[in-house]
Nanobody
Framework: VQLQASGGGLVHPGGSLRLSCAAS????????IDWYRQVPGKQRELVAK???????TYADSVKGRFTIFRDNARKMGYLQMNNLVPEDTAMYFC?????WGQGTQVTVSS
């Protein structure tokens, strides 16, 4: 059982990235999906959450720019990130069924 996060990279301010999280967990559809991010020396921060029913919540810092969604048939979670700013630079992690993905680095820089 594992999570595999991908999609990070280097992007200019104002750019976009889509993070993906592939989950090999049973009954994927019953689990909420969380995306966290962490900067060295700081606590991991919850960025976005989607419940089993599709209800979404976002950190204030990303509202209107990030969108979390899921594909239960493919056991995938996604985080679409638009209008990125340097403050979004961090390692991003998905969290499903009490499991952590390995993280994918997002760097926003000109």
């Amino acid at each position: 059982v594992q999570l595999q996060a991908s999609g990070g990279g280097l992007v200019h301010p104002g750019g976009s990235l889509r993070l993906s999280c592939a989950a090999s967990v049973s009954m994927f559809s019953v689990w909420a999906i969380d995306w966290y991010r962490q900067v060295p020396g700081k606590q991991r921060e919850l960025v976005a959450k989607i419940t089993r029913g599709g209800t979404t919540t976002y950190a204030d810092s990303v509202k209107g720019r990030f969108t979390i969604f899921r594909d239960n048939a493919r056991k995938m979670g996604y985080l679409q990130m638009n209008n990125l700013v340097p403050e979004d630079t961090a390692m991003y992690f998905c969290y499903i069924a009490s499991l952590w993905g390995q993280g994918t680095q997002v760097t926003v820089s000109s």
